[in-house]
């Protein structure tokens, strides 16, 4: 089961052996006696299922509501594929130009750090918690609290 790509979450049935085993459910025979949702970050679904299509889809679905974090926090693809053309290409410049690709990475430098700031700040105020922030940062929850509950504010220009 994949229905969007997020890395390190490919769904999977498995069933319940007579034994107790659970095995994939493409390698099972006729002897399942419950089927349920498993996926490759290491999630299993909490409960079985009769084995059969109704059991099936009752997995599937527990598999979904497994996702569906996930998907609201992975990047829409088409960003990330301009992201990675941005660094494929800053890449290719530094080693023909490097002074050229320090003064690109220079400027994403001084825009980044503001639009981290300012997603954090909209995924506070629509309730997000600093757990899924750090997830979705790459960093654990504490990290993403400490860094982030408390700004402090960015001193005022003199004119």
Known sequence: MQLD?????????????PDGALVPADQSGADAVAVR?????????AGDYPPGETGRMSATSDWVAHMKP???AAPPAWLVNRSDSLRDSVAELAG???????????????WQQDLVTAAVTEARAAGR??????AALGVTKQSAHERFS??????RKRP
């Open 5 to 17: 790509e997020v890395p390190g979450h490919a769904g999977s049935l498995v069933v319940r052996l």
């Open 37 to 45: 949702a498993h996926c490759s970050c290491g999630w299993s679904g």
């Open 70 to 72: 996930f998907w609201a």
């Open 96 to 110: 023909a130009w490097p002074l050229q690709a320090l003064a690109v990475l220079a400027q994403v430098e001084r």
């Open 129 to 134: 918690s600093w757990a899924e922030i750090g």
């Open 150 to 155: 408390n700004p402090t504010p960015k001193p």
